[in-house]
């Protein structure tokens, strides 16, 4: 995906990044035919099947919203997750020759949901694009109605987030590494690609731990109420993410307790 008109200063980096993703997430799966070969078409969704999704292996779609120009997909991006749910009006055409390479929808969700890091790359994806798209929609309005959307920069041994503040925002570490502490003592580290800051948001409570980069850190901040509309339209998506939560907090408290049993007795 590229948006059209003036770029935020993250765009082009996170674009590169969304851009991998899809060739990730169907890496070791099988088309399901040879690619579908099209000439210049004024509405992709009257040509496509509704039961597959397509990588664009060559040429450009422009997407038109209400038909507005607002942004174009090309090679490595995926087509046909607009699906099954009630969507504002997007059409998809191209002026060029299109490759795209076919897959069948169900075999793509199974495959992305067989593990924990499909699921990670997959929620990425989604709020990667939602993050673009909200903040080309902001770019539309008055700037004192315009969302905190976008990225934020750490250096090592700053704090992305404190124990005991209100919880705002979730986060995805894009490039660099940071460690969790509760109470000033590590119970955790905070890897690339990895959401944090989700718990307390969903349980609207206060911070339970600081975050402190242990590296410079390039961080996407996305706002609760964007993050929450995203889970509760996307339910597979909010069980995958609560799953990954759950095995997390296991270790932590594995961790805490072993701390605890390590600590000698006063």
């Given at each position: 995906?590229?948006?059209?008109?003036?770029?935020p200063?993250?765009?082009?980096?996170?674009i590169?990044r969304l851009?991998?993703i899809?060739?990730q997430l169907?890496d070791?799966?099988?088309?399901?035919g040879?690619p579908?070969?099209?000439?210049a078409?004024?509405?992709?969704?009257?040509v496509?099947p509704?039961?597959q999704?397509?990588?664009?292996e060559?040429?450009?779609l422009?997407?038109?919203?209400?038909?507005r120009?607002?942004f174009y997909?090309?090679?490595?991006?995926?087509?046909?997750l607009r699906?099954?749910?009630?969507l504002p009006?997007c059409?998809y055409?191209?002026?060029?020759p299109l490759?795209l390479v076919?897959?069948?929808?169900?075999?793509?969700f199974k495959?992305?949901?067989?593990?924990?890091k499909?699921?990670e790359l997959f929620?990425q994806y989604?709020i990667?694009?939602?993050?673009?798209?909200?903040?080309?929609?902001?770019?539309?309005?008055?700037?004192?109605?315009?969302p905190?959307t976008?990225?934020q920069?750490?250096?090592?041994?700053?704090?992305?987030?404190h124990q005991?503040?209100?919880?705002d925002h979730v986060?995805?570490?894009?490039?660099?590494?940071?460690?969790?502490?509760v109470?000033?003592?590590k119970?955790?580290?905070?890897?690339?690609d990895?959401i944090?800051?989700?718990?307390?948001?969903?349980?609207?409570?206060?911070?339970?731990?600081?975050v402190v980069?242990?590296e410079?850190c390039?961080?996407m901040?996305?706002?609760?109420d964007?993050?929450?509309?995203?889970m509760?339209?996307?339910p597979?998506i909010?069980?995958?993410l609560?799953?990954s939560m759950?095995?997390?907090?296991?270790?932590?408290?594995?961790e805490?307790t072993?701390?605890?049993l390590a600590?000698?007795?006063?």
């Amino acid at each position: 995906m590229y948006l059209l008109g003036e770029q935020p200063a993250y765009a082009d980096q996170l674009i590169n990044r969304l851009q991998s993703i899809p060739g990730q997430l169907l890496d070791g799966l099988e088309p399901s035919g040879p690619p579908l070969r099209l000439d210049a078409v004024e509405d992709l969704a009257k040509v496509l099947p509704g039961n597959q999704l397509f990588l664009i292996e060559n040429g450009l779609l422009h997407a038109l919203v209400d038909e507005r120009p607002l942004f174009y997909l090309q090679e490595g991006d995926l087509v046909g997750l607009r699906q099954g749910i009630e969507l504002p009006s997007c059409r998809y055409r191209s002026d060029e020759p299109l490759s795209l390479v076919p897959y069948a929808r169900g075999d793509v969700f199974k495959h992305i949901y067989g593990s924990e890091k499909g699921q990670e790359l997959f929620i990425q994806y989604l709020i990667g694009h939602t993050a673009l798209l909200s903040d080309a929609l902001a770019r539309l309005k008055q700037p004192e109605i315009r969302p905190a959307t976008g990225f934020q920069h750490f250096a090592a041994g700053e704090e992305l987030i404190h124990q005991g503040d209100e919880a705002d925002h979730v986060f995805i570490i894009i490039e660099g590494h940071a460690e969790a502490f509760v109470d000033g003592q590590k119970v955790g580290d905070v890897q690339k690609d990895e959401i944090f800051g989700a718990m307390a948001v969903f349980t609207r409570e206060k911070r339970s731990a600081t975050v402190v980069a242990s590296e410079p850190c390039t961080v996407m901040v996305i706002p609760k109420d964007q993050f929450l509309s995203l889970m509760q339209s996307n339910p597979r998506i909010a069980h995958s993410l609560i799953e990954s939560m759950a095995r997390r907090i296991d270790l932590l408290n594995k961790e805490v307790t072993q701390q605890r049993l390590a600590k000698p007795a006063e």
